[in-house]
């Protein structure tokens, strides 16, 4: 989750992605999160607060493999529910900081919203499916820790507690791809974050266990249909540019 900074900005019902509702007795009973418009529809005298979350857009993997949109019950989790009454009471109070508080406050609620939705896992095979397995969930962990080690197969079946066999059967039919395959997409997507900071082509191939900064840059070229210098600096990102792992 560290990869990617999260950012929680007040902003219109129409260009919010996370709705705070009331529930009957007026307190905050429901929290909508999902794709920019996720207010459309809602009754605008329950709506409490709207906020724009920027994590990284289409690049964030866990991002993009969520549904469209998630209500999140205020009354099944106690400890949420507190954080929204935070939330709301530094939008209220407008003191000093309140921005930074409640941005702090957002990136808490977005991980248990997050967590609610491994926990309750996904019927499609992608990387909630796979985190939402106990076993390919170390594995993956594992990927997303340590990106510039040499993986193999073998490595993670050990973590996952499967046979070689087993787990790269397991990790096809979970996650809808090979586990190379998505520790090269991995990878990818964060040696292009690398680069649009403005890192050099040479330690961000080293980084992210490329031999040679030839190998990286056709991996990268084949992935983006770009060279990895023509990204250096740029910090774009194009929601249309398939780099979801899930």
Not at 186 to 206: N, T
Request: aromatic residues 6%.
């Amino acid at each position: 989750m560290e990869r990617f900074s999260l950012q929680v900005r007040p902003a219109t019902l129409e260009a919010a992605t996370l709705v705070v509702t009331s529930g009957r007795d007026g307190d905050p009973g429901q929290v909508w999160f999902g794709r920019a418009g996720i207010g459309s529809g809602l009754p605008a005298e329950t709506v409490r607060f709207s906020a724009e979350v920027d994590w990284g857009g289409a690049s964030n993997p866990l991002l993009a493999a969520l549904p469209d949109r998630i209500c999140f019950d205020l009354a099944r989790d106690r400890e949420a529910a507190s954080l929204i009454e935070l939330m709301l009471s530094e939008l209220a109070s407008a003191r000093c900081g309140s921005a930074s508080v409640v941005n702090r406050l957002g990136e808490v609620m977005v991980v248990r919203l997050l967590r609610a939705q491994i926990e309750a896992g996904s019927t499609e095979p992608g990387l909630l499916s796979g985190l939402s397995d106990a076993r390919l969930n170390r594995a993956i962990v594992a990927i997303h820790g340590s990106p510039g080690r040499t993986w193999r197969n073998e490595d993670l079946a050990g973590i996952a507690g499967l046979s070689l066999s087993r787990f790269a059967e397991t990790f096809v039919s979970v996650v809808g791809e090979t586990p190379a395959a998505y520790l090269r997409r991995w990878r990818l997507l964060l040696a292009r974050q690398d680069l649009q900071k403005g890192d050099r082509v040479e330690a961000v191939a080293r980084r992210y266990g490329y031999r040679s900064p030839e190998g990286f840059a056709r991996a990268f070229r084949q992935q983006y249909g770009q060279k990895p210098l023509s990204m250096r600096g740029t910090r774009h990102t194009d929601p249309t540019d398939g780099t979801a792992l899930a």
